[in-house]
C-alpha cells in the first residue's frame, strides 16, 4: 500500500498560555524562539501509516506545506520510518488559507503519484479549523471520512473506525482514500531511534515550489483567501485558584463550604 | 430568497438541540443582514415545527438514499439545496457531521469556511458578518470574515443557546428534485457502535466529573463513577485517559472531544493541557484535584486541592452523599 502523510510544523501547542504572544502584523502567534513540533494528531497519523505498512507492506511518504523550517519536522518523520519526504515551499504561498494549502498539497501529492491513502491529522495543534484533510480529498476527488481512529486494511478493502459523539462508526471503503486520523491508543506516536535521527538527518528532501508543482498563481497566496482574520485576542481569562489547606478531611470539609457559597453544588 | 441557511435535522418531530442552536445563529444574522432564514432538510421529518423560529422556507431533498448518513450522498443533496435556497451564509453544526461535510460542501460552493464558531455579530455600515472562534488551544480568540460569500460556518456545539420562538410562524416547503445513485457512495457504513454510558449524557450534565493521566489506569475510573453518581452528573476524560485506552473517546473532554458547560466541573488527575482546557471554558465552577502543585490545571481552576486523589476522593464522596441525601 503507498500512504502519503500531510503533516504540519506548529510552534509547540503546550506552551504555557503566559508565554503566548500575538503578532499583530500577522494575527498569528508570535514565534519567539519557541520549539517547533509535527502538530500532534499528525504525528498519529504517520503512525497509522508506519504500522499498515508494517502489517501489509508498502511505502510511506511525508509531505508538507509552509515554511523552510518544516524540513525538520520532515525529518523527524523519516526518523520514526518514512520512506520519503518532500517539502512544498514558497513565499507565494504566504497567506494562503485552507484551500490554497490544500490546492498546493494537492499537486505535490500528484507529483508523487496518487497513493492509496492520504492521512492527515483530525485537527491542527493551532488553528484546529480541522479543513485543511477534506478540501484536499475534495482537490484529489477522493473519498474522504474523518476523526478516524483505526485502520484495517484487507484486499484492497479498508475498514475505519470513525468515532462520534454516542461511539463509533465502521466505515469501508476502497482505495484511494483520505482519513483524518485521531489519537488512540493504537496509534501513539513512536520515538525515532538515535541512528534513525542519524540518517534522517544525512537524507536530502526535495523543495517543491508553487511554480515546480503548477499550482495556479490565483488560486494560493493571501490574494486568494476566501476569509480573513481580522483580529487575534487574548480572552481576559483572570481566575485566581483557591487552594484547600490541611489533609485531605479538612481539604474536603473546606471545598465543600466553597462549593456551597458559589452554590455549585 | 433567504440568505441565511441553516442545515437542520428533525428528531422526534421537533428539531433537534443542534438545529435550534443554529437557528439562534442564523436569527442573529438573518436581523444583521437583513436577510430570511431557510432550513434545509434531508429525508423526511416534520418542517411545521420549524415555522415559529421565524424560518420562512424549508428545503427538502427526499431520496431513501439519504436515510442513512453517508457523507458523499449527503453534499451531493446539501450542494443542490443549499443553491436552490439561494444560500449566502450556510450553518451547519460544529459536531461529527458538520466536521464531515462543512469543509467539503465550501469546495463544492466555491465557499469561504470558518470552524467552531463562537461568537456571531454583524459589524459598520457594511454589514458584514464577524465570526469568532477560539483558536490555539483556547489560548486566543480569532475574529474571521468572509472575503465572499456564500461562506459555510459551522458553530461549536452547545455554545449558543436553544433558540426561541419568533416571527408569523408561517413558512413554505419547497422540494428539490434529486436523484441519487448508490454508485456515488464511495464508502459505506459498516456498524454503528454506542459507547454512552449509562445515566446523564456528558453533554447536558449539570455536574462533570473527568479523569486523566494521573489517575494511573482505568481503576481510577471507579472513584469518579462515585462521585458523579453521587451529584447526579456524568464521568468525563481527558485525551491523555481515552488515547490509554482507559475509557471510550466518547467519554473524551477537549477541543476535539465534546465541549461541556455545567456548573461544577471536577478535573481528577488532569494536567490541563490546552487541548483539554479548550473544551471546559464554560464552566461555571472548576474544581481541580491534583498532586502536582504546578499543573496547569491550577491555572484555570476556581477551586482547587493538590494531594492524592484516592485520599481525596473517599471523604468528597461522603460528603456529598450527606448534602444530596442519597
Redesign the interface.
Known sequence: MRIVVCVKQIID??L??SQ?R?DASS?R?RPNGHPLVIS??DENALEVALRLKEKVGGTVAVVSAGEPSAISALRKGLAMGADEAALISDPALDGS???GLAAALARGIQKLGIPDLVLCG??S???????????L???LN??????V?QVDGEDGRL?MR?????????????PP?LLTI????SN?PRYPKVKDIMTASRRSIPTWSAADLGVEAGDIGKAA???????????S?E?R????DGE??Q???T??T???E???? | MPGIFVFGTIENGIPSRSTLELLTGAQRLAAGLQEGVSVGLLGPGDAASLYRYGVEAVYRANDPLLKEYQADLYLLALQRIAQAAGAKVLLLPGDSLGRDLAARLAFRLKAGVVTDVIEIDIEGPEKMPRFTRPVYGGKAAAVIVPKRFPVVVTLKPRTFDPAGPMGQGKGKEVPVEISLDPAQARTRMAERVQEETTGVKLEDAPAVVSGGRGLGGPEGFTLLVELARVLKGAVGASRAATDAGWVPSSMQVGQTGKTVSPDLYIAVGISGATQHVAGISGAKTIVAINADPEAPIFKVAHLGIVGDYKAILPPLIAKCRELMGS
Open positions: 501547542p503546550e504555557p498560555a503566548f500575538i494575527n502567534q500532534p494528531y488559507d485552507a484551500f483530525c485537527e495543534g493551532d488553528w484546529a479549523d480541522r479543513t485543511v484533510g477534506p478540501i480529498a475534495e482537490a477522493i473519498p474522504c471520512v474523518s476523526f481512529a475498514r470513525r468515532v462520534v459523539e454516542e461511539g463509533y462508526e465502521v466505515w469501508e471503503g476502497a482514500l485521531l489519537s488512540h491508543e501513539i483567501i476566501r476569509t480573513e482574520v481580522q483580529q487575534l485576542t487574548l480572552p481569562r481566575s485558584c483557591e487552594l484547600m485531605p478531611a481539604q474536603v470539609t471545598l465543600i466553597k462549593l456551597r458559589r452554590k455549585a453544588i
